[in-house]
């Protein structure tokens, strides 16, 4: 799925001389947590976040710190803390340095990208220009509808399918490492064997589901814990 499928086309922005009071308004007018700033000329200059106008201090004094903490602070982080405590103006909160995407980025790349920076929402750009905006929502509703989990049917050959299967197993770590046997008849797969745990079983399960071409699935395991496969001479 890409964002151009599921992202929110109008996009809410302010003017990076859009006065602060109206930039919390139409956060809370909205429900949204970040809004782009984009200039008159259309580029996207930074974003202001819940968390941008929550780091100023309800007084508008200078953030609270250590006097010694103060005096070895570099000068410059100092009179760029001050204009975000007492700025007025959308330009003074925002974060310039902005985490963007594009409308072809897949929801698998953007959900990292948002559980790694996190964030909440990212713009995304068309040549360098914002396009819409995707969040978490958007992410969890293009999930629902089936957007990210549905593929056309293919008709792919039995052997590709073990084999695809097969490259997977050995690639994953929590692969069953015994008595596993695979056959794939008219895209059905069928496993005979034992396993470890039940977390082993599902995640047969899964890894079966996601191959392409398979119809079907009959998992016919045992689950038998490690220290049982000492008795059958199995541990090597």
């Given amino acids: 799925m890409k964002m151009k499928h599921i992202m929110t086309p109008s996009v809410v922005s302010v003017a990076p001389e859009t006065p602060i009071p109206e930039v919390a308004r139409l956060l809370l007018e909205r429900h949204i947590s970040a809004v782009p700033v984009i200039d008159a000329s259309g580029e996207l200059r930074g974003i202001v ?3 941008d106008l929550l ?5 508008g004094s200078h953030p609270h710190g250590s ?3 103060r005096h070895f602070s570099k000068k410059g ?3 760029a803390d001050y204009v975000k405590a007492r700025g007025r103006f959308a330009a003074d909160v925002m974060t310039p340095e902005v985490v963007t995407v ?3 980025s897949l929801s698998s790349e953007v959900a990292h990208l948002l559980e790694t920076q996190r964030i909440k929402r990212v713009p995304v750009m068309r040549e360098g220009k914002v396009v819409g905006i995707v969040s978490r929502a958007d992410l969890i509703r293009g999930l629902a509808a089936g957007k990210d989990m549905a593929s056309p049917p293919v008709s792919v ?5 073990r084999e695809q299967l097969l490259k997977e197993l050995e690639q994953a770590d929590w692969a069953p490492s015994y008595g596993i046997s695979v056959i794939v008849a008219d895209g059905t797969v069928r496993i005979w064997g034992l396993v470890d745990s039940q977390g082993q079983v599902d995640a047969l399960r899964v890894a079966v589901e996601n191959v392409p071409g398979v119809k079907g699935l009959e998992l016919s395991v045992e689950t038998m814990p490690p220290y049982a496969w000492g008795a059958y001479g199995w541990v090597a």
Wanted: aromatic letters at 10%; zero cysteines; glycine letters at 4%.
């Fill in 49 to 51: 976040s819940e968390g």
């Fill in 55 to 59: 780091r100023r201090t309800e007084d």
């Fill in 67 to 69: 006097w010694w903490l």
């Fill in 77 to 79: 982080a100092s009179a």
């Fill in 102 to 104: 594009t409308e072809d």
């Fill in 157 to 161: 050959a039995d052997e590709t399918i």
